[in-house]
């Protein structure tokens, strides 16, 4: 598998390389900015990873990322923040966010998933983890969300979720809905500004409500139906 890894920090990239020659046979480059990558991409056929910095001196790893797919069809991303581990609020399994200390197993477990994936398979997410990285980050913008045929769109504020919207509700009910979606697509545009302030729980709050009722309304839907007789 061809992989690449986008760092600014040269000897913590050179350690990500050397992990994957340690512990793959996977073929893997480093390059340091945005710039190099779109380069490297130009000279090569293939890449089936990219593990890339979010953000750092000419490095914006989203934007990377719908770059380098249009080049590499199937590619599967994963994002390095800058932010600490500890300030996770939320624990997703098969996550695709490592921030530091990276969880080197995690990560290996990553490239293995994207190892087996098919050739066109979509660079899926948990939507817990996209919304908890671009909120950690203080991103602003619009994070458009798409599972199969539903789509909607989280709106942020330095970092705050500020509106949410699906065809069919708006504010915390939209994102409850999205949070239900689990695995999904998902594009960022830090131009767009919300069209409304619908939600105004702290970030953590708003996603920690929205998967615990995902969670109960999952669980009661399960449970067998009772009558009283």
């Known amino acids: 598998m061809e992989l690449l890894i986008v760092h600014h920090d040269a000897e913590l990239g050179r350690q990500l390389v050397q992990m994957v020659k340690d512990y793959s046979a996977h073929n893997c480059d480093l390059v340091h900015n945005d710039a190099a990558a779109v380069e490297w991409a130009r000279r090569h056929s293939r890449c089936r990873l990219l593990l890339t910095q979010l ?36 624990q997703v399994a098969e996550t695709k966010v490592f921030p530091e200390p990276i969880d080197g197993e995690g990560l290996l477990r990553a490239m293995a998933r994207a190892e087996n994936a098919t050739a066109d398979a979509p660079d899926l997410f948990h939507v817990v983890d996209v919304l908890q990285m ?91 139906t009772v009558r009283e007789v």
């Open 134 to 224: 671009c909120c950690l980050s203080r991103r602003g913008g619009a994070v458009q969300i798409v599972k199969g045929t539903q789509s909607g769109i989280v709106y942020l504020r330095d970092g705050q979720i500020v509106h949410a919207e699906t065809l069919a509700t708006q504010g915390q009910s939209a994102l409850l809905e999205i949070v239900g979606w689990s695995s999904i697509e998902f594009a960022y545009d830090g131009a767009v500004r919300s069209p409304a302030e619908t939600i105004t729980l702290p970030w953590d709050a708003a996603l920690i409500d929205a998967v615990k009722q995902y969670k109960q309304t999952k669980t009661a839907q399960q449970m067998p």
């Open 55 to 90: 953000e750092a001196e000419g490095i914006d790893g989203l934007v990377l990322g719908g770059t380098l797919s249009e080049i590499f069809p199937g590619l599967q991303t994963a994002f390095f923040p800058a932010y600490s581990a500890a300030k996770q609020r939320l």
